[in-house]
């Protein structure tokens, strides 16, 4: 991944949490590490299609962070929360995030289509092996490790 | 009397956060309907009386310029206004949203204030 596009996605990723659920970014500098008992957590996905490109935009994250992010958006407590609230919050952020992107990257006179966000569970080891590969930008959401990569074919 | 709205998008996280903001504001809301894609609100549509629609583009079974489309085509909805809340930032696709019949667009996050002004404009 290119570096100004990791700028973009810490920019981009910055802004979304800050102004959806009052949550802030910055990026993890620390080295990787085998952290047990992060996970269960979340790899969401959603693709995007212009007229001459395409790619995905991929987010992972602890389902607890996600459980804090739908809390926040929608002012509630936990055991207020709608069933699946948790994964659909960072879905959500996704969205907006790949919307954000794809005007920061390519301007807003290009129409994209954006597919349906797609989720899929995450464990310990996988999350570990995502941390350490190098292709995904690696931040903290109020201190919560959260990754995030985009993939653009032109 | 008050207003029945139809709020349309699939994630149950954006159902909610836009109920709750028509709550804090002052507008007299007697009913909300929920629907998870325009097919669902087509059918709300027409089993409700339904004074102002939110609703969101990408939407999975039938989108939201599928469903504005679909209104348009049926003279009962037609007159229905539309408030479309997406993350859709192209110009072009804005610009083709408001020459369908679209009476506002919202981008995601919406700030309460906006969308409380842009809503009671709508109605008042």
């Not at chain 1, 994250?61 to 919050?89: H, T, V």
């Not at chain 2, 956060?17 to 629907?35: G, H, N, P, Q, R």
């Not at chain 2, 909805?77 to 610009?95: F, G, K, M, Y």
Request: hydrophobic share 40%; net charge negative.
């Amino acid at each position: 991944m290119e570096t100004s596009e990791n700028e973009i996605l810490l920019q981009v990723f910055s802004s979304v949490f800050e102004e959806f659920a009052f949550m802030f970014v910055e990026e993890d500098g620390d080295e990787p590490e085998e952290d047990k008992g992060l996970c269960p957590c979340l790899l969401a996905e959603i693709g995007f299609t212009g007229s001459d490109k395409k790619g995905i935009l991929e987010v992972a994250a602890p389902a607890e962070i996600c459980d804090e992010l739908a809390e926040n958006i929608l002012g509630l407590e936990q055991q207020e929360l709608p069933e699946g609230a948790g994964e659909n919050a960072l879905t959500e952020v996704l969205n907006v995030a790949c919307g954000y992107f794809l005007a920061e990257k390519f301007g807003t006179d290009e129409v994209f289509d954006l597919s349906i966000p797609e989720t899929s569970k995450v464990s310990d080891e996988q999350w570990a092996e995502m941390a350490s590969e190098g292709r995904y930008i690696r931040l903290l959401v109020d201190e919560s490790p959260f990754m995030a990569r985009v993939a653009v074919r032109q | 009397m008050g207003y029945n709205v139809l709020i349309v998008d699939n994630s149950v996280i954006i159902r909610k956060m836009v109920a709750k903001t028509l709550s804090i504001t002052d507008l007299d809301i007697s009913e909300y309907y929920f629907a998870e894609n325009g097919r669902q609100a087509l059918e709300k549509l027409e089993e409700h009386w339904i004074d102002i629609v939110f609703a969101d583009i990408n939407m999975p079974e039938m989108n939201g310029i599928e469903m504005i489309e679909e209104m348009s085509r049926r003279n009962l909805l037609s007159e229905v206004p539309v408030v479309v809340i997406s993350t859709e930032r192209s110009r072009q696709r804005i610009d083709t949203l408001k020459e369908m019949g679209v009476k506002a667009y919202l981008q995601k996050p919406f700030v309460p204030e906006e969308f409380a002004r842009v809503v009671k404009d709508l109605l008042h």
